[in-house]
């Protein structure tokens, strides 16, 4: 990465920190339902699929097995760690449904808007 390009990078990470500070500020005169600006900041792929997906500790997952694995693997052996429990218990068929429908389509259509259903996916069964 050049020296000009990171400088620019940096430069927009502190205009951005400068603009939530503002909202923050306007948001604690209490006129807004929220007091703390809603939108977290995504710093890469993973970061934004554990905020818009989850589960909590994913994003760890993902940057480990990204160099390893294309994208579409990739997100199944996410969906193997829901459904097996590396990030809390859930129910195998709610974890495959989870896993499957939402992670799939971040990682592998690399589609970055929050929508909590896919109807392009049908039920989700699991095989035990």
């Known amino acids: 990465m050049s020296e000009a390009y990171l400088h620019y990078v940096q430069d927009l990470e502190r205009r951005l920190s400068e603009l939530y500070a503002i909202s ?3 948001r604690e005169k209490g006129l807004d339902p929220s007091l703390k600006t809603e939108c977290k900041v995504a710093k890469d792929l993973a ?7 989850g589960p ?7 940057r480990e097995l990204n ?11 996410i969906a193997e ?3 097996y ?3 809390g218990h859930m129910e195998p068929e709610a974890a495959a449904e989870q896993s499957i429908r939402r992670l799939h389509c971040r990682l592998g259509r690399h589609k970055l808007l929050c929508c909590p259903r896919f109807p392009q996916f049908g039920k989700v069964y699991v095989k035990l």
Do not use: C, H, N
């Open 24 to 26: 923050d500020k306007a």
């Open 47 to 53: 970061d934004l699929v554990e905020g818009l997906v």
């Open 67 to 77: 160099s390893k694995l294309p994208r579409e693997e990739l997100a199944f052996k």
């Open 81 to 83: 760690q829901i459904v």
């Open 56 to 62: 909590k500790g994913v994003a760890e997952s993902i």
């Open 85 to 87: 429990g590396k990030f």
